[in-house]
């Protein structure tokens, strides 16, 4: 009986659904397209990855847009900084630089020369050359000189340490020094104060007010007249006329003008949690004008409020010391609060001025609303390179303002910001 065996019905399976699968959209991928100079500064990242003496020097390329500058098939030599050169200009120059891509570019532009020379190329142009240097263009537009000497290449004085060629048309240049943009040197803005700055103050840094700062008035603030304010005319009134009639004018004939009474408006002034960079925009009114009175009720944890000074660095400013416009200072808090600056509004008081050395300054907004960097600064318009503010909020630095190369941007009223100035000036007080 099972010579024939009676077929079952799974001979010729019944097809599924899934025999031939619906193509999605993703099947066939569009194709992206990456523009030719950000290809080259993929293969130079790629070319320096397993460098570990360049990663500031790549982790600056991954955060410029210079490939934009760079051409497909055109021969570029790479001048790269290695990380020792780059820490060389301290933690928080080399934050505002990377933090800050117009900044960042104009320096990256500044270390990408046109050509493809490698080492022993230029060091035979160097030698054939009249003084032993040559002169070689960057992709900046402005140019680095090359020069061999007791057996050392260097650029702009940096010595080149080795090559490394990441294409045909792409050597790198690994030098033990950051090239400095002529007429843009790179900003330094000092580090934030920290504990360690000055010793913990003692007790005696905010004393408590005491009963006598605010004098309870007497009874002889306005005397009650007296008998003798009107005395009665005597037989002398008209004295008969002597050598002194016509007496010698003193002194007091004429008395000397007084100042029209003091008037007060108020202006709230944010502090954040931690390090807090701020200024004052007018002179504020007697009385309310020291540290101690300002700052009076704010938490500092001990840490005493600072200015600085290119020559002196950070100082600790003395609690009866007068706040002043054009300054910079450093407050901490040990938590957000607000403080009101009682302006005065006395119409007689001088413009303030602020006098600059070289290099980086702490200065203040000198008015009660945004201005930008260049009308706030017009008074050393010839003179500033970089404006740097901070961001209390964030704890950080803002991007830096370039002059004559950033978009205006505006400075604002009660914040501190650093100024990197090239040579002695005087800065003016826009409002105030």
């Given at each position: 009986?099972?010579?024939?065996?009676?077929?079952?019905?799974?001979?010729?399976?019944?097809?599924?659904?899934?025999?031939?699968?619906?193509?999605?959209?993703?099947?066939?991928?569009?194709p992206?397209?990456?523009?030719?100079?950000?290809?080259?500064?993929?293969?130079?990242?790629?070319?320096?990855?397993?460098?570990?003496n360049?990663t500031?020097?790549?982790?600056?390329?991954?955060?410029?847009?210079?490939?934009?500058?760079?051409e497909?098939?055109?021969s570029?030599?790479?001048c790269?900084?290695?990380?020792?050169?780059?820490d060389?200009?301290?933690?928080?120059?080399?934050?505002v630089?990377?933090?800050?891509?117009?900044?960042?570019?104009?320096?990256?532009?500044?270390?990408v020369?046109?050509?493809?020379?490698?080492?022993?190329?230029?060091?035979?142009?160097c030698?054939?050359?009249t003084?032993?240097?040559?002169?070689?263009?960057t992709?900046?537009g402005?140019?680095?000189?090359?020069?061999?000497?007791?057996?050392?290449?260097?650029?702009?004085?940096?010595?080149?340490?080795?090559?490394?060629?990441?294409?045909?048309?792409?050597?790198?240049?690994?030098?033990?020094?950051?090239?400095?943009?002529?007429?843009?040197?790179?900003?330094t803005?000092s580090?934030?104060?920290?504990?360690n700055?000055?010793?913990?103050p003692t007790?005696?840094?905010?004393?408590?007010?005491?009963?006598?700062?605010?004098?309870?008035?007497?009874?002889?603030?306005?005397?009650?007249?007296?008998?003798?304010v009107?005395?009665?005319?005597?037989?002398?009134v008209?004295?008969?006329?002597?050598m002194?009639?016509?007496?010698?004018?003193?002194?007091?004939?004429?008395?000397?003008?007084?100042?029209?009474?003091?008037?007060?408006?108020?202006?709230?002034?944010?502090?954040?949690?931690?390090?807090?960079?701020?200024?004052?925009?007018?002179?504020?009114?007697?009385?309310?004008?020291?540290?101690?009175?300002?700052?009076?009720?704010?938490?500092?944890?001990g840490?005493?409020?600072?200015?600085?000074?290119?020559?002196?660095?950070?100082?600790?400013l003395?609690?009866?010391e007068?706040?002043?416009?054009?300054?910079?200072?450093?407050?901490?808090?040990?938590?957000?609060?607000?403080?009101?600056?009682?302006?005065?509004?006395?119409?007689?008081?001088?413009?303030?001025?602020?006098?600059?050395?070289?290099?980086?300054?702490?200065?203040?907004?000198s008015?009660?609303?945004?201005?930008?960097a260049?009308?706030?600064?017009?008074?050393?318009?010839?003179?500033?390179?970089?404006?740097?503010?901070?961001?209390?909020?964030?704890?950080?630095?803002?991007p830096?303002?370039?002059?004559?190369q950033?978009?205006?941007?505006?400075?604002?009223?009660?914040?501190?910001?650093w100024?990197f100035?090239?040579e002695?000036?005087?800065?003016?007080?826009?409002?105030?």
């Amino acid at each position: 009986m099972n010579v024939t065996p009676t077929p079952t019905v799974n001979v010729t399976p019944t097809p599924t659904v899934n025999v031939t699968p619906t193509p999605t959209v993703n099947v066939t991928p569009t194709p992206t397209v990456t523009p030719p100079g950000d290809e080259i500064t993929r293969e130079i990242v790629e070319g320096l990855s397993e460098e570990e003496n360049l990663t500031t020097f790549v982790e600056a390329l991954n955060n410029s847009t210079i490939g934009e500058r760079l051409e497909e098939n055109a021969s570029y030599v790479i001048c790269a900084p290695t990380d020792d050169a780059f820490d060389g200009l301290g933690n928080e120059t080399l934050s505002v630089i990377l933090g800050d891509t117009t900044l960042l570019n104009s320096i990256l532009e500044y270390h990408v020369i046109q050509g493809d020379y490698t080492i022993e190329e230029l060091v035979m142009l160097c030698e054939n050359s009249t003084d032993g240097q040559i002169s070689l263009p960057t992709v900046g537009g402005s140019t680095v000189n090359a020069s061999f000497n007791n057996g050392q290449l260097t650029i702009n004085n940096i010595i080149v340490i080795t090559q490394i060629q990441i294409t045909n048309n792409i050597i790198v240049y690994v030098i033990d020094g950051v090239l400095i943009p002529p007429d843009s040197p790179i900003p330094t803005p000092s580090p934030t104060p920290t504990t360690n700055v000055t010793p913990t103050p003692t007790m005696n840094v905010t004393p408590t007010p005491t009963v006598n700062v605010t004098p309870t008035p007497t009874m002889n603030v306005t005397p009650t007249p007296t008998m003798n304010v009107t005395p009665t005319p005597t037989m002398n009134v008209t004295p008969t006329p002597t050598m002194n009639v016509t007496p010698t004018p003193t002194m007091n004939v004429t008395p000397t003008p007084t100042t029209p009474p003091v008037q007060e408006e108020t202006m709230d002034l944010q502090l954040y949690e931690g390090w807090n960079f701020v200024s004052i925009p007018r002179p504020l009114s007697p009385g309310n004008d020291t540290a101690a009175s300002v700052f009076a009720d704010v938490e500092t944890d001990g840490r005493p409020i600072y200015t600085y000074t290119p020559a002196g660095g950070f100082e600790p400013l003395g609690e009866n010391e007068t706040l002043s416009v054009l300054e910079g200072y450093w407050v901490y808090s040990t938590e957000e609060t607000t403080v009101q600056l009682n302006l005065s509004t006395n119409p007689v008081r001088a413009p303030a001025l602020k006098t600059l050395s070289p290099g980086w300054n702490a200065i203040g907004h000198s008015d009660l609303v945004e201005r930008s960097a260049d009308e706030t600064l017009r008074s050393v318009e010839d003179i500033w390179v970089y404006v740097v503010g901070y961001d209390a909020g964030d704890q950080t630095y803002r991007p830096a303002i370039v002059n004559n190369q950033t978009d205006d941007q505006g400075l604002s009223p009660t914040e501190g910001y650093w100024l990197f100035v090239r040579e002695d000036g005087r800065l003016a007080a826009i409002s105030a």
